[in-house]
């Protein structure tokens, strides 16, 4: 935990969601992650950050895919390198039951880094693979500023 100012943050990595561990005696921690080598280390609020086996995304404003975790790639059927940089509705769709859930996403998105609040409690559907929801919620992550949309099909 790192306090800056009035906000408490948790790092984690943008790739596999590792919490990297504190080490002492180090003057400046990487910013990519000692467990997998392969994602860059995020900060969110605690109640936004992914735990170690939740699938989320990076979205830029313009609701860009900026990252996405490896559980978040086997969850929509798309490797990070191939969904860099497309439309998150590309990926995710409106719940048939719940369509002012997207709405409200959509909405969001490019207000999060510039202190929206964040939204706890989100249905969605995957293109990839529609005939189940997904739970989600929607918070701000960086650097730089985005919004992090974390995934949750369990059932
Ligand atoms: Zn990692």
Redesign the pocket.
């Known amino acids: 935990m790192v306090t800056n100012g009035a906000q408490t943050t948790v790092a984690f ?1 943008g ?2 969601g ?1 919490r990297p561990r504190a080490r002492p005696g180090l003057a400046a921690p990487s910013r990519v ?1 000692s ?2 080598e ?2 860059l280390i995020l900060r969110a609020a605690p109640a936004a950050a992914p735990a170690a086996r939740e699938a989320f995304l990076v979205i830029g404003a313009g609701r860009e895919i900026g990252a996405v975790s490896d559980r978040a790639e086997r969850l929509l059927g798309v490797g990070e390198a191939e969904a860099v940089n497309r439309d998150l509705a590309e990926f995710l769709a409106p719940d048939a039951e719940r369509p002012a859930d997207w709405a409200r996403l959509v909405e969001a998105i490019p207000r999060l880094a510039t202190g929206a609040a964040p939204l706890p409690a989100l249905l969605v559907r995957c293109t990839h693979a529609p005939g189940r929801p997904l739970r989600a919620r929607l918070g701000a992550c960086g650097p730089p500023p985005a919004a992090l949309l974390v995934l949750d099909d369990r059932d």
Do not use: N, R
Request: with cysteine; proline share 0%.
């Open positions: 990595c790739h596999c590792a992650c467990a997998c392969l994602g």
